[in-house]
């Protein structure tokens, strides 16, 4: 009697991955929580359902319409689409209970429902690390989280990114200092000049400011070469307003600590046309692009903010923070090739085949080598030689050892290495 | 300006931990993924969103009515309620793509809307090892995944544990070989036992097959000594129903090997009054007490089917597997004090202290000591040492490095252990 059967398929937008993909994917999630843990950030792991009420409290327009939300019994509720939102709450929830400075890091699935496209997912994984003060926080932290960025991209074995680093003060100073009233106007379209392009960038900014001011604007978000240059260059402009002063004095810390912490100068750029939106980011900002793959967008962001959890307390709690997107990043890293070099650390050792009457031994043989900090296990079928090396293959073991009856009567091993043929004999 | 407050909370029976808590519950978790990974058992992740008309495909009834469900769009879909459905889907979805026997691990978040009770749970981890035959699985899996549990539960550094371990084809040929067509309600009520008490069971068990029979089920489903004992006193009975005769030797396989994988004897019995439910399981049989504690109930459950994925393929895919419930497992743990002294690996062992301008060289004495593998962090702020030396008793460092002009001059460095208050020199 045959069932009815449902074709096994998931929803469009969701990733999943064939074990040998999985391995490569959860290694680099070690290799981010590893650099994260090793330098003392605390991790945390909130729900993916929220209260509604709670989790919508700030949000609205696009995230809100992306939300899955739903009813059960009398509680309406929604899936996080992000880990910033859940992290301010629990921020504000748990307050009396932390310590401040608090450096959480947080790895988990977020979801939204976009359009369906290429590369975007419903379902993804974001690696985020967030440093929360109580009333104030210091500078130092602005470069210390895109120091965890640049230590995760090492660990990771990527070597072609740059951080694109500015502060929105410098920008926000010189539109106050210039008395342009039509700010935001501004700040959205250099937000926009990646995507729509110089030349129409330039009329738009015309149009909203005069050829005048724009010369300037562009004059200014156009600098490029060292950070130590593009400082200098800035400084010399002269101008008095004080946001703009602080502004610069910022970007100079953060820089100047980026070095200090061992980031690479040749990983880091000032780049004035990093604005990351309006609503949240009031100081330093940061996006990160792989070289000579820059369309595919950033793969890792942040910045600091003024206040990380006013809908849900009075406390003020300026904070800073970068999140790594790793399902993107991953689908990212597999287009480029990135991944099909990349060698996972938790692969298996040894598969040990018995042949024969002789699973105690092969049992032994297992435990013994698990001792020696060896990934190991045993065929646990009966099979033919022939099947098991097909099996040893396929699951991508780097060795074999064959046990016959000759082997638990002499004890004498042989390892076959399954990519170069190689035999050794091996001792326990 | 005062916004609107929201007041920062979650929805009821959804577990959120301190960051302190979170430490031991992160470690635990990484403990009993390193046992997985260490025995070769493959990563798999699927989405927490899946296909209503999928995931649902084979239950109905109580799990029905706990799915969280809901639709976007024209999609309607549903969080999954276990890892084994998504699994079993997984299977059939990439039948060809996989190597069998498929021995994979998956430790993730399952949701279920259950009536809220003190310890229950509607967002809960479960650590799932399932090991897949294509047409035929060997005996010594079962023993294998036991094992598992048993080397996970040994790396936790839990001591207090037993597996309870029966072979459904056992009872299922005594009560054929009896004749008894009550079959269900037979094996429906044995599953029962614990809850209902030992008189209640009695006089249900003579209402459904009469006095004589209940007392030879009586007979055997109440035998106890060591695993050997058990056996030889089941074979004692001389039934010739051909399941039975498999039930015991697969159960003698199964413990046989369990002790030759390492298992100590005192860390598993049979226990025939094992049932784990009517619809799925159809060999071997687990759950897993901690001693002492058994009212908590099981801890770590499996056992051994016929067919993974009859809804999703014609393939036929017998199976065996365990899952430890890691939500609840902790809840177990923090009631019983287990937790209290339990040490998470992943402590900061050094907070460094700048006291004026030292900020640089709290840098490089910190990369320093995170070359020698320590985890390792600077306190950022400009403070005074008495708020510094509060935050990080608060944040438990284990040591402190106060950096003051001195050190940075002579380079000669004082750690601070935050427990004893020992002090001791150190080089770079």
């Known amino acids: 009697m045959k069932n009815n059967i449902i074709k096994p398929s998931i929803l469009a937008g969701f990733m999943e991955l064939l074990p040998k993909n999985q391995k490569k994917f959860d290694d680099i999630v070690s290799k981010i929580k590893a650099v994260y843990e090793e330098n003392g950030c605390e991790a945390i792991?909130?729900?993916?359902?929220?209260?509604?009420?709670?989790?919508?409290?700030?949000?609205?327009?696009?995230?809100?319409?992306?939300?899955?939300?739903?009813?059960?019994?009398?509680?309406?509720?929604?899936?996080?689409?992000?880990?910033?939102?859940?992290?301010?709450?629990?921020?504000?929830?748990?307050?009396?209970?932390?310590?401040?400075?608090?450096?959480?890091?947080?790895?988990?699935?977020?979801?939204?429902?976009?359009?369906?496209?290429?590369?975007?997912?419903?379902?993804?994984?974001?690696?985020?690390?967030?440093?929360?003060?109580?009333?104030?926080?210091?500078?130092?932290?602005?470069?210390?989280?895109?120091?965890?960025?640049?230590?995760?991209?090492?660990?990771?074995?990527?070597?072609?990114?740059?951080?694109?680093?500015?502060?929105?003060?410098?920008?926000?100073?010189?539109?106050?200092?210039?008395?342009?009233?039509?700010?935001?106007?501004?700040?959205?379209?250099?937000?926009?000049?990646?995507?729509?392009?110089?030349?129409?960038?330039?009329?738009?900014?015309?149009?909203?400011?005069?050829?005048?001011?724009?010369?300037?604007?562009?004059?200014?978000?156009?600098?490029?070469?060292?950070?130590?240059?593009?400082?200098?260059?800035?400084?010399?402009?002269?101008?008095?307003?004080?946001?703009?002063?602080?502004?610069?004095?910022?970007?100079?810390?953060?820089?100047?600590?980026?070095?200090?912490?061992?980031?690479?100068?040749?990983?880091?750029?000032?780049?004035?046309?990093?604005i990351r939106g309006l609503d949240y980011y009031t100081g330093t900002v940061f996006e990160t692009f792989l070289t000579g793959n820059e369309s595919y967008g950033s793969v890792c962001s942040g910045g600091r903010y003024d206040n990380l959890a006013e809908k849900y307390t009075n406390n003020i709690l300026p904070g800073v923070g970068m999140s790594i997107g790793l399902t993107r990043l991953f689908f990212v890293l597999s287009e480029i090739g990135f991944l099909d070099t990349y060698k996972a650390n938790n692969s298996l050792d040894y598969l040990i085949l018995p042949l024969g009457d002789t699973m105690d031994y092969c049992i032994e043989v297992m435990n013994d080598l698990q001792k020696k900090n060896y990934v190991a296990t045993v065929y646990f079928e009966e099979s033919t030689l022939k099947k098991m090396m097909i099996y040893a293959n396929k699951i991508q073991a780097e060795n074999v050892i064959i046990i016959g009856e000759d082997e638990v009567k002499n004890k004498r091993l042989k390892s076959k290495n399954m990519k170069t043929g190689e035999e050794t004999y091996i001792n326990l």
């Not at 149009?207 to 400084?235: C, H, M, Y």
Request: proline share 1%; charged share 30%; with cysteine.
């Open 45 to 274: 792991d909130t729900p993916i359902i929220e209260k509604s009420e709670v989790l919508l409290a700030k949000s609205g327009g696009e995230t809100e319409k992306q939300v899955y939300s739903f009813e059960k019994g009398k509680n309406k509720m929604a899936l996080r689409f992000d880990l910033t939102v859940p992290f301010a709450r629990y921020t504000a929830q748990h307050f009396d209970e932390l310590a401040f400075p608090f450096r959480r890091y947080q790895i988990g699935k977020v979801y939204r429902g976009e359009r369906n496209q290429r590369g975007r997912y419903r379902e993804f994984y974001q690696c985020d690390v967030d440093v929360i003060g109580k009333n104030s926080l210091s500078i130092n932290n602005d470069a210390w989280v895109i120091n965890l960025a640049d230590r995760a991209f090492k660990a990771i074995g990527l070597t072609s990114y740059k951080f694109q680093i500015s502060n929105r003060k410098i920008l926000k100073g010189i539109l106050s200092e210039l008395e342009i009233e039509r700010e935001n106007d501004v700040m959205t379209l250099i937000d926009k000049y990646d995507k729509i392009g110089e030349k129409c960038f330039n009329d738009e900014l015309t149009k909203v400011i005069g050829s005048e001011q724009a010369e300037i604007i562009n004059n200014i978000i156009s600098i490029e070469g060292s950070s130590d240059e593009t400082i200098k260059r800035l400084s010399e402009f002269k101008f008095s307003n004080e946001t703009f002063i602080e502004g610069i004095k910022e970007l100079e810390k953060v820089t100047n600590i980026l070095s200090c912490l061992g980031v690479s100068s040749d990983k880091f750029t000032i780049n004035l046309k990093i």
